[in-house]
């Protein structure tokens, strides 16, 4: 998994060198803006493929942030922040336009809602010293938005109810993500207690 990241790292950080002329906030924020789109488009068109592109531009422009602010020497914790809070709503967006596309509500709840709870954990860890994260369960964030973006696909190519299976599988590997994570914290944590 981790050479599978290395290798969208790299292909990002290509990418972002078109995109130095935008400020890494302006990219975040129109990454943003995009991602509250896609479940009115959901709404407003009942279209799968429309909707996953919108929610396609706002994860491509997401992933740029970071890429960009690195290549302009301007990355900051300020702006790692709004880059997070961004994510977590996009995150959040994206999953449940889900429900305006008929795929079953409890299963884009659960979604979001195990999407939600691998970066608090993350983040909860990292609060506490917990370092190297990123790297820990099947589905580190960009595992997710490929995953989801995918749901999207299957259900413009077989409907509502393959989306409704393929949200299953995602189900399972977000639980197992949070279980690896959680296992993960807390062997560090038990040895950091024992020192």
């Known amino acids: ?8 790292r790299s292909t990002t950080e290509s990418i972002a060198r078109y995109f130095v002329f935008l ?7 129109l990454g943003l803006i995009l991602s509250l789109l896609t479940p009115v488009v959901a709404y407003t ?8 592109a919108v929610a396609l531009a706002a994860v491509l422009m997401d992933a740029l942030d970071g890429s960009v602010a690195r290549l302009r020497g301007t990355t900051s914790k300020r702006g ?3 880059d997070s809070l961004a994510d977590r709503l996009s995150d959040a ?3 449940l336009a889900l429900y305006y596309l008929e795929c079953d509500y409890l299963l884009v709840y659960l979604a979001a809602a195990f999407s939600m709870v691998i970066s608090y954990v993350r983040a909860r860890a990292e609060s506490l010293g917990v370092r190297g994260l990123s790297d820990v369960g099947i589905m580190t964030r960009e595992f997710r938005c490929i995953a989801v973006l995918a749901v999207y696909l299957i259900h413009y190519i077989a409907g509502a109810s393959y989306a409704n299976y393929a949200l299953v599988a995602l189900l399972a590997a977000l639980g197992m993500t949070v279980i690896q994570r959680t296992f ?6 038990k040895e950091g207690a024992q020192e």
């Open 1 to 8: 998994m981790s050479a599978v990241r290395r290798k969208l």
């Open 23 to 29: 400020s890494p906030d302006a990219i975040t924020v």
């Open 45 to 52: 068109t009942k279209n799968p493929l429309s909707t996953g």
């Open 80 to 82: 790692a922040f709004i």
């Open 93 to 95: 967006a994206i999953i």
């Open 184 to 189: 993960y914290i807390l062997s560090l944590l």
